[in-house]
């Protein structure tokens, strides 16, 4: 009986970690071999199955800190849903020169292997190779490798509440969330990079061509066209730092192209590029002025197939992005300056281009690059349908506390009024009022149309105003316009019908 109990938990170790994988041998011989440039110096490559387990990982970073005390630190900045303490280092060369901060993690789905482990190896690189370690001399980095670690450890891409923590990030729903957000804003980079995996394999492929396609991309970027982004600092991120990352994986012939997916249109196969929504870290770290940049890696549901090449292609962007971060330090902040004192319209909704383009994949069964024409829905040519005035300030009511949190949690701030107040304000009408009756992210969303209108209104003691003429503002218009996708009011933490007045208004003067 021992020796059967013995012989079935092998079998479901086995199978914890078997690496199951939709692609043949052949399209990887063929596209995507592993590469050889790679070391065995973090845990899962030092091993044949899975991947870097909690108590590996927090090793290799004790170890790290061990063997170079001056130059990483490791601090915990919160625990997850189930108790796990979160890691963060901090990495720089003491010295006395000008920083430049960048933020980096991975991890944040849990799913996505590679995103954690080159996290580790880019760590390990900069500490312990003679190319890279320069990279400190002007650079402070934090790294959080491991953001979701409950779902890491079951190979999920939701935390442990069922969450997704890319599409969180305006409502803060989930704890992991929150303790990122402060984590990021006690830091305050100048230049953030969230690195994640990609699905190669979709179920829209599967209909395109006469036995399904896959994606061709070794890497795909995934920088912000929301227009509340100031333009300068979308070129900034495009023109300097995705640039330098192209090169750098030309270099290896790795190939790569803007960020896509599928969506489905009246039945047919469109194709998104670039994206515009707050609620995922590519937007919202760039829309606190910040240099932003989503990177998704070919390897979802890959298990470790080409993993070397996986973690090499995120290590190779990595090294980029910080290259390019500490040779244009001055560039990089007086552009964020710039961009905090601009005062455009605030972009409340958009839409992006359509147009007709040919589109490059990898043929399933005839293992061979193919195009198809497609219709491309392009946000980084998105065109506002709905502007406002920018407001000198937002107020919510004095009852508005578990939001004023969630404000302040993002990095803004948020004063109180300290007597009764009466100010011109424009308030918000529903005129039109529509709730989903399907849930989204455990939330009940809503679509609203409002009206606004000018009046004298008194305000009592302890009232909030946010004002716009601070760093992370251009969050504010995602959060309290209430049309906006994001919005409290689209995500139903403000809940309202037709006919109602929004606990939210706009000071113009």
Not at 115 to 130: A, F, H, P, R, W
Request: charged residues 25%; glycine residues 4%; neutral net charge.
């Amino acid at each position: 009986m021992k020796n059967i109990v013995t012989i079935l938990m092998s079998i479901l170790c086995i199978t914890a970690y078997a690496q199951f994988t939709p692609q043949s041998k052949k399209i990887t011989e063929k596209f995507f071999p592993d590469s050889d440039e790679v070391l065995n110096t973090t845990p899962a490559l030092q091993k044949k199955r899975g991947y870097t387990n909690y108590e590996e990982l927090l090793g290799f970073l004790n170890n790290l800190v061990d063997n170079h005390p001056h130059k990483i630190k490791l601090s915990f900045i919160g625990e997850s849903q189930k108790g796990r303490n979160i890691p963060m280092v901090k990495l720089t060369n003491p010295n006395e020169n000008e920083k430049i901060k960048v933020w980096m993690q991975g991890g944040l789905h849990g799913n996505e292997p590679a995103s954690t482990e080159s996290m580790l190896y880019l760590l390990d690189k900069l500490l312990n190779d003679d190319n890279y370690t320069d990279i400190l001399d002007n650079v402070e980095l934090a790294v959080v490798p491991m953001a979701n670690i409950d779902g890491y450890l079951k190979n999920n891409r939701y935390a442990a509440n069922g969450l997704d923590l890319n599409r969180d990030q305006t409502k803060l729903m989930a704890p992991e969330t929150v303790i990122l957000k402060k984590a990021y804003v006690n830091f305050s980079p100048e230049v953030a990079v969230d690195f994640h995996e990609y699905r190669a394999y979709r179920r829209d492929y599967a209909r395109m061509g006469d036995f399904g396609v896959t994606n061709m991309y070794d890497a795909m970027f995934l920088y912000s066209g929301n227009l509340n982004v100031p333009e300068n600092l979308r070129n900034l991120t495009n023109d300097v730092f995705v640039d330098k990352a192209r090169k750098s994986l030309d270099e290896f012939n790795y190939t790569h192209h803007p960020y896509i997916s599928t969506r489905k249109i009246s039945g047919d196969i469109h194709i998104n590029q670039g994206s515009i929504s707050a609620r995922s870290s590519a937007s919202n770290n760039a829309l606190t002025n910040t240099i932003s940049s989503l990177i998704e890696i070919r390897g979802v549901a890959l298990g470790r197939t080409s993993f070397k090449r996986r973690i090499h292609s995120s290590f190779l962007i990595a090294v980029a992005y910080l290259r390019a971060a500490a040779e244009n330090i001055e560039l990089v902040k007086s552009e964020i300056e710039k961009a905090i004192q601009q005062s455009n319209p605030v972009v409340v909704e958009s839409e992006r281009a359509v147009y007709k383009d040919k589109v490059k994949f990898i043929d399933v069964s005839a293992v061979e690059y193919v195009e198809f024409e497609m219709m491309v829905r392009d946000a980084w040519k998105a065109e506002a349908t709905l502007s406002r005035t920018r407001p000198t300030a937002y107020i919510l009511d004095a009852n508005q506390t578990s939001l004023a949190k969630k404000i302040r949690t993002l990095g803004i701030e948020v004063e109180e009024l300290s007597q009764e107040k009466v100010l011109e304000v424009e308030s918000y009408y529903v005129d039109t009022y529509y709730r989903k009756p399907i849930r989204y992210e455990k939330m009940k969303l809503q679509t609203v149309e409002t009206s606004l209108k000018k009046e004298e209104k008194t305000f009592k003691a302890g009232t909030f105003m946010v004002k716009m003429n601070q760093r992370r503002a251009n969050l504010l218009p995602e959060l309290l316009e209430p049309e906006a996708p994001n919005s409290f009011v689209s995500f139903g933490l403000i809940e309202t019908e037709k006919g109602n007045t929004l606990p939210i208004y706009r000071l113009l003067n």
